[in-house]
């Protein structure tokens, strides 16, 4: 095993180094000039070339790439065009919160997807899997950011239950440390505040996790409805062992590789997808930052942030790999 995790993870070394050359051309083939994107339309050209120079732009295209990878290797992303702040210093601010909001929505997705998914293949043609079948179908089209506002306007504006927005009442002047405030909120002592972030999160956790809740539902029913008709289940269906002892050893155990793997996609894709969950319930992370950023043409920003989301991405197919290991001798062995 721990072969290969190291091989996996020296693989990701010319996976990082090609994503670093296309987001590279990419952030140059953008529109716009990020020289005239921070002084301004009616900017002299003098200022411009002045910018330009300052942060390299008037070098060759390869020097650029020559330097931007030499501050790589030494753990540099880069300084902001906009604000003039590192890089890793804006990422370490604004991760937390799209961290906390992707661990809410799957939780959300898990915690009712499995579940559900396993219902349905048990019921399969009944009742119950016809409505858990048209419920996945139904979030997996709903818009994420009409889900968002109609939770907004339901459960904030109508009935009040929850907050409409934002990742803590400001009123709280709560202690924040790592920047996770629910964590802050456990670590300082300050109940009230870690349980008033984790209310922040429902609306938008729930908004975020309504696709990967869908996937999951049907990715779950797909696998244990398959593993169900397979000869091992039948067998030990004849044996006389209990129903629960088949469902936890034979059924479960089999059927969760599939599961694991669409976890594990969906957990990158949420890290990197919420920029219009962000938008709409004011929700201070790296989506709505990143949309900034592309608007701003701050070149480092999108580099660092999306190749650190890149890694993180490729951290969780890693992990990902490593449990199928622990769940299934066979993937171990081989």
Known sequence: ML??????????????????????????????????????????????????????????????????????????????????????????????????????????????????????????????????????LLGVVTPVFFLAILLKLVFASWLGWLPSGLRQDPRLDATHVTNFYVLDGMLTGEWDAAWDALVHLVLPGIALGTIPLAIIVRITRASVAEVLDEDHVRTARAKGLAAGTISRRHVLRNALLPVMTTIGLQAGLLLSGA???????????????????????????????????????????LLVDVLHGVVDPRVRVS
């Open 3 to 136: 072969r290969f995790i190291a091989r996996r993870l020296l693989l990701m070394v010319p996976v990082l180094f090609g994503l670093s050359v296309l987001l590279f051309a990419w952030v140059r083939a953008l529109p716009g000039d990020p020289a005239r994107a921070l002084l301004g339309e009616r900017a002299s050209d003098a200022g411009v070339a002045r910018v330009n120079e300052v942060y390299g732009f008037d070098r060759p295209v390869l020097e650029q790439y020559g330097v931007y990878v030499g501050a790589l290797l030494r753990g540099d992303l880069g300084t902001s065009i906009q604000t003039g702040r590192p890089v890793t210093t804006s990422f370490l601010e604004y991760f937390p919160a799209t961290l906390e909001l992707a661990l809410a929505a799957l939780l959300f997705a898990v915690v009712l997807g499995v579940p559900l998914g396993y219902l349905a293949a048990r019921h399969r043609g009944g009742l119950v899997d016809s409505v858990v079948v048209s419920g996945s």
């Open 275 to 317: 920029v219009l969950t962000e938008t709409v319930f004011s929700f201070n992370g790296i989506g709505s930052y990143l949309f900034g950023a592309i608007t701003d043409r701050d070149y480092p920003v999108l580099q660092g942030f999306i190749l650190f989301i890149a890694l993180i991405y490729c951290l969780i197919n």
